[in-house]
């Protein structure tokens, strides 16, 4: 797996989905299945973009007792995605768990990743809610680096993060990054955001692009102006 840019098919039904899909005839996007489209339409949406071609990034974020995530992802790993990840929050035993989980009798498994702090939560609200007062971005780097000592294969973070999540735990660690705008597009409610080629310049490994693919006027050629700034 290389450089790749996965398209986040945030929509609520198997219809719009497999009507956004069906514009794509030529190159299949990679395609990230989050929590809504899972739990409107259960694992049977992720057979069938799989048997469409598709690779896919299985967003469900996980975050429970180590027990609970290794049986959960021991039923995932059955589902042959590309990526799926939880919440380095749960600590490095449940990170642990979960790789045993996800890996199958043969020993391969899906790449596994965490999400450290979601780019939602700021230092006010980190320190106010969950008491913890260091500056955020050690605490980012410092759930990266646990996560990659559990075994896991990258992070999800800020694309303005994953520069020093390489410097951090090396370049093989895979960031993979949403935020993600065209220099000419409408930032939405993202907040700190990158076009594809400051993401490339930076070194993020894969960029999770939503709302400038699906919501464009010819999501195809979106589609296509992202990969020929990110990957060509
Ligand atoms: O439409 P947009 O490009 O903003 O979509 C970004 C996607 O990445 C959404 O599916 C969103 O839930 C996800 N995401 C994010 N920020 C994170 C983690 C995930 O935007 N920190």
């Known amino acids: ?29 990679f395609v990230k299945i989050g929590m ?17 071609g598709h690779k896919i990034f299985l967003d469900l974020k996980l975050h429970d007792i180590p027990n609970t995530v290794k049986k959960a992802m021991s039923v995932l ?3 042959d995605v590309d990526i799926t990840n939880l919440h380095a929050a749960g600590t490095k035993s449940m990170m642990e768990a979960a790789i045993e989980g996800l890996t199958r009798p043969d020993g391969t498994r899906p790449l596994l990743i965490a999400v450290t702090q979601l780019t939602s939560t700021d230092q006010e609200a980190m320190e106010r809610d969950l008491l913890i007062k260091e ?19 990258g992070v999800v973070c800020s694309p303005l993060e994953a ?14 990054t949403p935020g993600v705008r065209f220099a000419d597009g409408d930032i939405g409610d993202q907040k700190r955001v990158m076009t594809p080629a400051e993401a490339k310049k930076i070194g993020s490994d894969y960029i999770v692009v939503g709302r400038p693919i699906t919501a464009a006027d010819d999501p195809v050629a979106a589609y296509e102006r992202c990969v020929s700034d990110f990957v060509d």
């Open 36 to 52: 809504e489209l899972f739990y409107a339409e259960g694992p049977s949406i992720v057979r069938e973009i799989k048997a469409r």
């Open 77 to 79: 790993r059955n589902l």
């Open 1 to 29: 797996m290389g450089k790749d840019v996965i398209v986040a098919c945030d929509f609520k039904s198997a219809e719009d989905t497999f009507a956004f899909l069906d514009k794509f005839t030529g190159r299949k996007p």
């Open 135 to 153: 500056p955020i971005d050690k605490v980012v780097m410092h759930y990266a680096k646990t996560a990659k000592d559990a075994g896991l294969d």
């Open 163 to 176: 520069e020093k999540v390489h410097d951090t735990c090396g370049k093989t660690f895979l960031t993979v």
